[in-house]
Structure formats: C-alpha cells, structure tokens
C-alpha cells in the first residue's frame, strides 16, 4: 500500500490533470509501480524520479 502526504499528491494530481485523458491511466500505473519498487518509505525526491519515469514518452517536447 502507498501512502502520500497531501503535497504528494496534490503534486501527482497535477501532473495527471496535466496530460491527456487517455493517458493519465498509463503515467498513474507506472508511477505507481515505480514508487512499489521503492518500497512503502520513500522521500518526496524518490517521488519526484518516479513522477519523471512515470511520464518518459507520454509528453512530447514543444519546438522551441
């Protein structure tokens, strides 16, 4: 089971809210599965990492 502090997930909500419908789904799965691999006590910086992995291919870069 994961626990987040209300700053944790006010953080993970928006960055959700942030992408698209249909893959908001898949970046909540990874996140999640990248905090289990971390075990249940882990620092707002692991969540952080998770949060940046979680999102790898699921944003596009706009050109500058």
Do not use: N, Y
């Amino acid at each position: 089971m994961l626990a987040l502090s209300d700053s944790q997930l006010r953080s993970v909500w928006a960055t959700a809210t942030g992408l698209p419908i249909d893959k908001r789904g898949v970046f909540l799965g990874r996140l999640v599965a990248q905090l289990e691999l971390r075990g249940s006590h882990f620092t707002t910086a692991d969540l952080d990492e998770a949060v940046r992995l979680a999102l790898k291919g699921l944003t596009q870069k706009s050109a500058a």
